[in-house]
């Protein structure tokens, strides 16, 4: 992996330090919580999945999908994935929670700083893209 690292909760600790980003493991140490400047703006989450060689980053909207809204929910996330690139929104049926995800492989790929921060963007740039018309479906605030 000349010129690059592998991707992991570690890895990812040392960019967020590199670049100057705050950040914080979960208590397990599987997930990698790097907090967003503004009132009430949602942390990104790196969770880690070493077994199946994946990473994925995901930022949630806050609040719970009410039952009664989740099929119109799910309708507006089919819309919203059909035109993404990269990632998907996701809703949690069990807990109603609505989050964007951008899952990536961590064996034989070598990353740098560089696409590391590509991926960073493209998971927040993505999710604020639609958070707010995913969130008026849902019935939460617009803000992430």
């Known amino acids: 992996m000349s010129g690059g690292f592998a991707l992991d909760i570690a890895a990812l ?3 967020c330090g590199r670049v100057g980003l ?4 979960s208590d397990d ?16 989450r790196a969770l880690a999945y070493p077994d199946r060689g994946l990473l994925s ?3 949630r909207l806050a609040g719970e999908v009410a039952p009664a809204r ?7 996330v089919a819309r919203a994935n059909a035109v ?3 990632g998907a929104w996701v809703l949690n049926s069990d807990l109603g929670q609505l989050y964007f995800r951008l899952t990536v492989p961590t064996r034989g790929v070598a990353y740098t700083d560089a696409s590391v921060k590509t991926l960073v963007e493209i ?9 707010a018309a995913l969130a008026d479906v849902a019935g939460l605030p617009s803000g992430l």
């Open 13 to 15: 600790e040392a960019w």
């Open 29 to 44: 140490g599987s997930q990698l919580i790097i907090p967003r400047p503004g009132e009430g703006a949602a942390p990104l």
């Open 70 to 76: 989740r099929a119109a929910v799910l309708d507006r």
């Open 57 to 59: 980053f995901a930022i």
């Open 22 to 25: 705050a950040c914080a493991r």
């Open 84 to 86: 993404v690139f990269m």
């Open 123 to 131: 998971t927040i740039g993505t999710a604020m893209a639609s958070a």
